[in-house]
């Protein structure tokens, strides 16, 4: 049943943000009714690929375990059903623009007047201040938000991270503070706002990066694959394809050289320390290249794991899926034929349950939103 099982959450999210969110809390039990326009969630169409039932597996990936209806909120109709919804949930998620959800008569101030213990989480780009009018496209907040600046190589141009990273991060930040209100309604009775948007979750998720900028003056600047405060903490190029090493401290160091057969390496005054290897970054890669050129990847991988190096193949997404299963984390679940990737928090009492794919547009139609409705298992 799941330890949310007594949630339920108004769905009113699109994209990757909010519906990565409200999986996560359909993962581990809450009833979550998917409330789409005429036409559904923009992702429906975001094709190829497609899954095996011919749905975008961009809508597929983050919609499993949620109902769907849809309903247009520019007619009263639409409104009026959307209000009851509303009503009767414990938790609210949506991701307009600031201003839109109370045009159509659901903003926080509103609907807590009929539901005081209302969780109500809003997720924006840029906060709902001077920020509120611009468009929280992922891709925009890597830019503005400095994470662009600090990846792709130094002499190349500014590159964005391969996934909507952003996005996920804003979404997990979402999950966490809809527990944290859940959390502080189980004391107070009081439901709450929880405000989130993608340029504060970017900008806490730059951690160390962002600490370097607030204490030296200095924003940090691109370095490919290497760390600024790390070495050797990079990928390399071995005969046949490429590794990961990433030695955080002197006695990695030390059985690395040892493995690659240069043991007069870790002697060295240059590569000696940590904070000696940072600063002669360039002449050791030159080192590790010309020894890693004699072997395979994968063998390198081996023989260093062994020693207790750290270090592992660039693999592709599928070679992913298949590292990780092949460390029993079985990271793939299957629904009718569906597969998607797990949930990745583990509870040892409670664990994610995985009931229901995708749902298809409007499948649930004419449900019973009734307050009362609440108290039966919908599923």
């Avoid at 730059?206 to 003056?217: C, E, F, I, V, Y």
């Avoid at 370095?223 to 990433?246: K, M, T």
């Avoid at 190096?309 to 629904?335: K, Q, R, Y």
Wanted: hydrophobic content about 40%.
């Amino acid at each position: 049943m799941g330890v949310l099982r007594d949630i339920r959450v108004a769905d009113f999210s699109r994209v990757l943000a909010g519906p990565y969110a409200t999986m996560t809390l359909a993962d581990f039990g809450a009833d979550v009714i998917k409330v789409e326009p005429p036409g559904g969630d923009d992702t429906r169409a975001w094709r190829p690929p497609v899954d095996a039932s011919g749905e975008a597996t961009y809508f597929g990936s983050v919609n499993r375990n949620k109902r769907s209806v849809v309903l247009d909120l520019t007619t009263e109709a639409g409104r009026a059903e959307a209000v009851r919804l509303a009503s009767s949930a414990d938790v609210v998620v949506e991701n307009f623009r600031p201003g839109v959800m109370q045009r159509f008569g659901l903003g926080y101030e509103q609907l807590r007047a009929r539901n005081p213990r209302l969780v109500y989480c809003s997720i924006t780009g840029f906060g709902a201040g001077a920020g509120a009018t611009l468009a929280g496209y992922d891709l925009l907040v890597q830019a503005v938000g400095g994470l662009m600046s600090i990846t792709g190589e130094p002499d190349g141009e500014p590159a964005k991270v391969g996934v909507a990273l952003v996005d996920v991060l804003t979404g997990q930040n979402a999950v966490a503070g809809i527990l944290l209100a859940l959390r502080e309604r189980d004391r107070s009775g009081e439901g709450q706002l929880v405000e989130v948007n993608l340029l504060q979750g970017l900008l806490a998720g730059l951690t160390n990066q962002a600490g370097s900028t607030l204490a030296t003056g200095h924003p940090p600047r691109r370095l490919g694959n290497q760390h600024p405060s790390i070495a050797p903490y990079a990928v390399f190029r071995a005969a046949d394809r490429d590794l990961v090493i990433a030695v955080g401290n002197d006695r990695q160091f030390r059985a690395l050289a040892g493995v690659l057969g240069r043991p007069g390496l870790a002697g060295d005054a240059r590569y000696a320390t940590n904070e000696a290897r940072v600063g002669h970054r360039d002449a050791l890669r030159d080192e590790l290249v010309a020894a890693l050129a004699n072997g395979r990847a994968a063998d390198w991988v081996e023989r260093l794991t062994q020693a207790g190096v750290p270090a592992g193949l660039v693999n592709d997404v599928a070679e992913a899926i298949a590292f990780a299963e092949g460390l029993g984390i079985e990271p793939v679940v299957d629904l009718d034929g569906r597969r998607s990737i797990a949930d990745p928090i583990g509870l040892s009492r409670a664990p994610a349950a995985y009931r229901t794919p995708p749902p298809a547009l409007d499948e649930h139609a004419g449900a019973d939103w009734s307050t009362e409705s609440r108290r039966e298992d919908p599923r």
